[in-house]
């Protein structure tokens, strides 16, 4: 099993940044991909970013690709997300996972079996 705590949210204007942090507990942290996914009020959960085991691959939903970086410190037990550029749309929930089922896409939420308590992000414009 593996515990996640997100950090780093906060209130930022458009076009300013900040970054996510995702601290885990447990032995095995190296061994899960991971992922950050996001909530709007009254919208669906939707995949932002995920990293592989090895942090050698990276994915990116559309909305964020070159704004976004995902990134990980398995020596530190976390994963980050860099967001810059921030804009009014980004504002959401976001929280981070670690995937336990391998299918052929990494956006489906049900394939992440473990979750943290998620961090506030509001965009201001």
């Known amino acids: 099993q593996v515990q996640l705590v997100e950090s780093g949210g906060g209130l930022v204007q458009a076009g300013g940044s900040l970054r996510l942090s995702c601290a885990a507990s447990?032995?095995?942290?190296?061994?899960?991909?991971m992922g950050w996914f996001r909530q709007a009020p009254g919208k669906e959960r939707e995949f932002v970013a995920a990293?592989?085991?090895?942090?050698?691959?990276?994915y990116y939903a559309d909305s964020v690709k070159g704004r976004f970086t995902i990134s990980r410190d398995n020596a530190k037990n976390t994963v980050y997300l860099q967001m810059n550029s921030l804009k009014p749309e980004d504002t959401a929930i976001y929280y981070c996972?670690?995937?336990?089922?391998?299918?052929?896409?990494?956006?489906?939420?049900?394939?992440?079996?473990?979750w943290g308590q998620g961090t506030q992000v509001t965009v201001s414009s």
């Open positions: 996972a670690a995937r336990i089922i391998y299918g052929v896409t990494w956006r489906r939420s049900e394939d992440y079996g473990y």
């Open positions: 447990g032995r095995t942290f190296s061994s899960y991909a």
């Open positions: 990293i592989s085991w090895s942090g050698g691959s990276t």
